[in-house]
């Protein structure tokens, strides 16, 4: 079906296994599903929005609850919802980078996080990854003084990736940061392949700000992420407005900057917190989610020629695999060439590996039962098997 606006209705195929690596953590529960529904007008939750008019005091819905909840969750003092992951990158750089600043970054982070420097026309100066794709602290420590010899003083901010989105790999964040701290480096622990699926506890950690997406990890509706901090950065990050018209003297009450007033007001939020007493026990069963995801590696891997490019043992639920011995080799006389896989694999109801991809890939299993995971395992063997592939 089609609406007037061309939008076709959406199918979601329950029994379908979607391996997109920023999907499989964003799915919403029901719970999710249906305060989206209910919830869904634009402005909806500031119908009950009362004096001191800001998002996070609202009582009912229990956001002013559920950001309490989360900053402790988090381990953490004190925390905000923003429209994604690379908002919270943003507002962070707004308050801590002037034009011209440095910003530590590694050479594994996003996107967002580098057009999150160039939007406050800060400079970003790169920790590279080791050849085994890591970021260790004596790169890091080495790299911030060589920035601090270029410019004269220490960095403004460090990123550093928890997980990073290339190989799945996970970083010392607690060697980085306290490297970091030594020249007073303020640390934002990346946690969108973290936050909503294992356990995080930022101070443990040694970040000054946690960010997490909604959409990718927290089972929430797009646009949505958090960020949280210490009641040291809280003053200048989350700080509440000052400013006043000069003629006509108006105020604006305690809306915080960073956000412009308010951040998400209908249904990325209430998903968000929806969902989050299911997240809070799903991070508890992180080695389940492991053990489901070696049931597939270890498929993949008796494949012969079939590698594994991420760090061993996996630690992590996505991975890239390196097939350019295997897959690729039949994608070379194959008809439908590297497309085959994707094609084969759609056949038995599984999508979410980048079409024509055969040289190396990502596959996320998060969220898949085991009998999914034996399933995808078989489906992986038996495309191989039908394409003259050895199995060991
Ligand atoms: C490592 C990493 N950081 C940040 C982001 C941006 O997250 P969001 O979409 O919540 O802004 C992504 C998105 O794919 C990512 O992979």
Redesign the pocket.
Known sequence: MRCAAGIETRTVEESSINLDP?QAAGRLTPEAMKAVIAWGDGYSVCDHCHKPFRLDYVANPPIADFHADLSSWLGMDQSQVVP????A?QEVTGALVGKGEPVMMTGM??Y??YLSVEVVNGVVREIPPTPDHHITADTAAERIEAAIREFGYAPKLLFI?AV??MYGNFHDVKGVARVAHQYDIPVLY?G??TVGVLPVNGKDLGADFV?G????SMAAP????VLATTDEYADVVLRTTKISGDVTGRRFGIKQVGILGCSLMGAPIVGLIASFPTVKERVKHWDEELANHKIVTDALLSIEGTKIASEVPRRHTLTRMDTSASFDVVARTHKKRGFFLSSALAKRGITGIMPGVTKQWKFNTYGLTREQAEYLAAAFVDIAEENGLRIA
Do not use: E, L
């Open positions: 920023i994604g992951a690379r908002r990158f982070g996003h967002t996080a990736d990073d989105f990346n969108v392949y960010v997406s909604g959409h990718k797009a646009p949505s992420g």
